[in-house]
């Protein structure tokens, strides 16, 4: 089970983009991840007319590694670690450390 997931709001705490916050939109290994709007680049573009792709210069979200990143806990307004927890039926389920709340509950 994985501390962050697709889908998950979370807060940039280290790197250029340090205090942004976005949602995440794919993992890309077991240890990167890609944040909506968050390590943005300028990617120069070769036009493709096979694919049907304009060349040019484009925006895109480049990977970030999951160290860098923490989830973001709503009640506190601030970025928060992450654990796991059994409940009595004996599923596991992720909680915020700070409050022991579980998280998207």
Do not use: C, W
Request: glycine share 12%.
């Amino acid at each position: 089970m994985d501390k962050i997931r697709k889908g998950d709001e979370i807060v940039v705490i280290a790197g250029k983009d340090k205090g942004k916050r976005g949602t995440i939109v794919t993992r890309v290994d077991a240890e990167h991840v890609v944040v909506e709007g968050v390590n943005r680049v300028k990617k120069h573009v070769k036009p493709n007319p096979v694919k049907g792709v304009v060349g040019g210069v484009v925006d895109k979200d480049m990977p970030l590694h999951v160290s860098n990143v923490s989830l973001y806990n709503p009640t506190t307004q601030k970025a928060d670690r992450v654990g796991f927890k059994q409940l009595e039926d004996g599923t596991k389920v992720r909680i915020f450390r700070s409050s022991g709340e579980q998280v998207g509950a």
